[in-house]
């Protein structure tokens, strides 16, 4: 079967590569508009996945693949594109044949999970004139694709100083990555910066408008969720454990009474699975790796690191990331020649001030009210499918636009911020 050229008539179509939680929340944007994106097949090496996300979009067992080389071998190019949503470690083996096959990807960040394959994965995507997205979601959320106009508009003036910071939540870091799958980089594929913040470096070059990042330092560390760290009395499960009534991190708490993360712990629920509170019970009490004590788990990222980035026109850029906080939040602070800008994306506005010389006056302060989502991302994620089928379609992007020739300085950050922690040394940065 080949794949119709899109076309501005009819849908666009797609395959889904690794039919994970991100990959159906991209994909999903087809049931929503049918007329834009239609799905037509799936890619997973779970029988029982396959099976589900081909009933979800009403596929056949014909459209159907273990893996991308069965999908080559077999079909070669059903779809216009593919929406890859595997672990970090297959993002760049797996997107390499399907460009080469002819398919436009959206590929889930990290691109990859070093420097020398994302390039590799950019000079492949040249070669073949493909086109491929990033989902660098938070491009689309409102909070920042307004603070991104402004700056463009020169409102604010040059960029002298970027500060971000990204406040991970108690909750949030114990599932992802203390005792979920990013808890590591050999589980995960990458380090706790590159998998949670690899979007937060993203804006810091995105901000800075193509302007070239020179040198990056870093710190950082495992400081909290470690062994020696337990409190007296801890167990090794939560729900066999003394001091379960007390602790912050409970397993009972964040899972059974308050059901927080069930996407990422229990099996194929984003797909309609959906376990009785005594199967919960239970996997929590045995084997599942949620129902596990903080600290003793076999986790080995860092829970917090603060990176700094000099650019070429000698402004500077920081991003702080802290893992266990009360109040999940992403913050951002420019600091421009004419002005500058500070929010929080969570808050829902941001506010602009500009100086103001007049007696009696410091500055000027104009409040932005943005309608925020409170989904995941600000509501990003789906206006970023949005904007890839209107790139796979020949039309213009938004400002927004995560084309992949415009999303790695951010990933260079990041790679070479985790190089400079471990070596604690300053890391040059080689213009693209």
């Not at 070059?205 to 950082?220: N, R």
């Not at 760290?229 to 167990?235: D, M």
């Not at 009534?245 to 797909?271: F, G, I």
């Not at 917090?304 to 266990?324: C, I, K, L, P, W």
């Amino acid at each position: 079967m080949t794949a119709v050229s899109p076309s501005k008539s009819g849908p666009v179509t797609a395959i889904i590569v690794g039919a994970g939680h991100r990959a159906i929340i991209y994909a999903s944007y087809a049931k929503r508009h049918p007329d834009e994106l239609q799905i037509v097949g799936i890619v997973d090496p779970d029988p029982t996945r396959r099976r589900r996300t081909a009933d979800m979009f009403g596929l056949t067992d014909e459209a159907s693949y273990v893996d991308v080389e069965e999908l080559i071998s077999r079909s070669g190019k059903i779809a216009d594109t593919a929406i890859n949503g595997t672990m970090d470690a297959q993002h760049v083996p797996t997107s390499l044949p399907l460009l080469d096959a002819g398919y436009d990807v959206l590929l889930e960040k990290p691109i990859g999970t070093g420097q020398s394959e994302v390039l590799e994965l950019l000079a492949s995507a040249r070669r073949n004139g493909r086109k491929v997205m990033i989902c660098h979601v938070l491009r689309y959320a409102p909070f920042y694709a307004e603070v991104r106009r402004r700056v463009a508009a020169g409102e604010i003036g040059d960029i002298m100083s970027l500060q971000t910071a990204e406040n991970v939540s108690y909750h949030h870091m114990a599932m992802g990555f203390v005792r979920g799958k990013w808890r590591s980089k050999e589980t995960g594929g990458s380090s706790m910066l590159m998998s949670k913040c690899c979007h937060d470096l993203d804006l810091l070059a995105w901000m800075k408008g193509g302007i070239a990042p020179t040198t990056v330092s870093s710190f950082g560390g495992r400081s909290y969720f470690r062994a020696e760290k337990a409190p007296l009395g801890a167990g090794e499960r939560c729900l066999d454990c003394a001091i379960e009534e007390s602790c912050n991190y409970s397993a009972k708490k964040h899972y059974l009474e308050q059901k927080l993360w069930a996407p990422y712990l229990w099996p194929d629920y984003h797909l309609g699975v959906v376990p009785s509170m005594e199967e919960r019970i239970e996997s929590l009490r045995t084997d599942n790796p949620y129902g596990r004590c903080v600290w003793k788990c076999d986790n080995d990222v860092v829970d917090h690191q603060s990176v700094v980035v000099e650019f070429e026109d000698g402004s500077t850029a920081s991003h702080n990331m802290t893992g266990g906080t009360s109040k999940p939040c992403r913050s951002i602070h420019l600091i421009g020649t004419f002005g500058e800008i500070q929010g929080v994306m969570e808050d829902g506005y941001f506010v602009v001030r500009r100086p103001d010389p007049r007696a009696g006056h410091e500055y000027t302060e104009e409040r932005i009210e943005l309608n925020v989502s409170k989904d995941m991302h600000g509501g990003g994620d789906l206006r970023l499918v949005e904007d890839f089928v209107r790139v796979v379609r020949g039309e213009k992007p938004s400002i927004s636009s995560t084309a992949l020739e415009e999303s790695i300085y951010g990933h260079l950050i990041g790679f070479a911020a985790d190089r400079s922690m471990e070596s604690r040394k300053l890391v040059a940065l080689e213009t693209l």
